[in-house]
């Protein structure tokens, strides 16, 4: 079955950076692009961007240009969000998600555990 | 960027009894294709959200066919014909016509 297995907790001062993992299994990685969403606490949703594992294009979020980079390694079937020059406000728990990209459209349809940053001095 | 906005913010709905949630974004969402890229997810307590209903009214593989999507242009709606207790949670809509790619605020369904 499908499966997305993220990398744990993370705990970083005010202008760190984190790199998020997520091993995907039981498909072929290179067929889905991955997405990358992040849940503050007890807030919605928020898309930080996405990746194609087929050919590493990438589109960000216009509020995450500059700060976040978004990378694969086909040969572990896995991929991986850096963001840079932390703040307070980056405290969330950060989610990859499967694209399914058809018609146009693309919807997420298997989703990691999520991984919780916290940026703490 | 789009912005999505749904109602109500809070649903408390007695079992059985059926439910209804309004998404509605500041440009229309179907393109000339006839496709609309309006999607539904569900996050229930402490786990990871979990796709509902994609293009609109396309009930993802494995969701209870008590869940419906419909609507067109800047108006759409998710229906559960009959609530259950394993229904609590959270719901999104998001669209998926142009990056940024952008959620609802979200509704949390309660059982009264």
């Known amino acids: 079955q499908v499966q997305l297995v993220q990398s744990g907790a993370e705990v970083k001062k005010p202008g760190a950076s984190v790199k998020v993992s997520c091993k995907s299994s039981g498909y072929t990685f290179t067929s889905y692009g991955i997405n990358w969403v992040r849940q503050a606490p007890g807030q919605g949703l928020e898309w930080m961007g996405w990746i194609s594992t087929y050919n590493g294009n990438t589109d960000y979020a216009p509020k995450l240009q500059g700060r976040v980079t978004m990378t694969t390694d086909t040969s572990a079937n896995t991929a991986y969000m850096e963001l840079r020059s932390l703040r307070s406000d980056d405290t969330a728990v950060y989610y990859c998600?499967?694209?399914?990209?058809?018609?146009?459209?693309?919807?997420?349809?298997?989703w990691g555990q999520g991984t919780l940053v916290t940026v703490s001095s | 960027d789009i912005v999505m906005t749904q109602s109500p913010l809070s649903l408390p709905v007695t079992p059985g009894e059926p439910a209804s949630i309004s998404c509605r974004s500041s440009q229309s969402l179907q393109r000339s294709n006839g496709y609309k890229y309006l999607d539904w997810y569900l996050q229930k307590p402490g786990q990871s959200p979990q796709l509902l209903i994609y293009?609109?009214?396309n009930r993802a593989s494995g969701v209870p066919d008590r869940f419906s999507g419909s609507g067109s242009g800047t108006d759409f709606t998710l229906k559960i014909s009959r609530v259950e207790a394993e229904d609590v949670g959270v719901y999104y809509c998001?669209?998926?016509?142009?990056?940024?790619?952008?959620f609802g605020q979200g509704t949390r369904l309660e059982i009264k």
């Open positions: 998600a499967r694209e399914v990209d058809l018609l146009d459209g693309n919807w997420f349809d298997s």
């Open positions: 293009l609109g009214s």
């Open positions: 998001k669209q998926s016509l142009q990056t940024p790619i952008t």
